[in-house]
């Protein structure tokens, strides 16, 4: 298995541009997450999705980002004005219905000059 | 809510000795998952263990091993025989009860950095 595939792996944009991370699950995965890391905050989980439908947003920062999951084997984060506070690394994360263990992807470093 | 507190920062070992990472959190719940994650600098979150709380024996992976203290609250990660490859953050996190659906939220604590010592 090629495990969960995030891209792009480096993604430099200026302020007021569209931002769009991808990311592919493990296939058969029924949950996928998006956490976002910075070094003031740590990781965050920003929203995730269970067969394809949103579950909890509640960790999105603002209406500047949404997700969207149009089928099961691909995902979107989209950032829309970017800022330059948005600099992170993002993660993709997925798992089996059957267990309660996520698997990352290589994640997306995200800088907004 | 849920809190997971690593209190190390940075911790290094020589090669092939022992290293022991702690790591407590604070939850209300009486079933829930802990797990290790290590990031070496690739970024690559790769799981290490995990735990679920209802289960009273501590896991073991090959050379980790967690000291599972629920009463005290506390998840150490024990590493034998530290390798150079073992060099990496280390990340606590919890998961909250399974009977909880949409309760899929990990929680993460800050992380220690583990140097390897040649």
């Known amino acids: 298995d090629a495990g969960v595939i995030q891209s792009p792996r480096h993604e430099v944009t200026e302020m007021g541009q569209e931002v769009t991370l991808r990311c592919k699950p493990i296939?058969?995965?029924?949950?996928l997450f998006w956490y976002r890391q910075t070094m003031m905050r740590g990781l965050e989980l920003l929203i995730y999705f269970n067969n394809n439908v949103p579950i909890d947003d509640s960790g999105m920062p603002e209406d500047r980002f949404s997700a969207k999951m149009p089928n099961a084997s691909f995902s979107t984060l989209k950032i829309q004005p970017s800022e330059p506070r948005d600099s992170a690394v993002y993660f993709c994360?997925?798992?089996?219905?059957?267990?309660?263990?996520?698997?990352f992807g290589p994640g997306t470093r995200l800088t907004v000059l | 809510a849920q809190t997971v507190t690593q209190s190390q920062p940075e911790m290094s070992v020589q090669e092939a000795e022992t290293v022991t990472l702690s790591c407590t959190y604070d939850?209300?719940?009486?079933?829930?998952?802990l797990f290790w994650y290590k990031q070496p600098p690739s970024r690559q979150m790769i799981l290490v263990i995990r735990?679920?709380?209802?289960?009273?024996q501590n896991a073991t992976e090959n050379r980790f091993s967690v000291n599972f203290q629920k009463a005290a609250k506390s998840f150490s990660l024990k590493i034998s025989d530290s390798q150079l490859g073992d060099a990496a953050m280390y990340f606590c996190a919890y998961r909250g009860p399974i009977s909880n659906f949409g309760n899929e939220k990990l929680t993460f604590g800050t992380g220690t950095r583990l140097t390897i010592i040649p």
């Open positions: 735990q679920e709380a209802y289960k009273q």
């Open positions: 296939s058969g995965h029924d949950y």
């Open positions: 994360a997925s798992r089996p219905g059957r267990t309660r263990v996520q698997f």
């Open positions: 939850t209300s719940e009486s079933d829930y998952y």
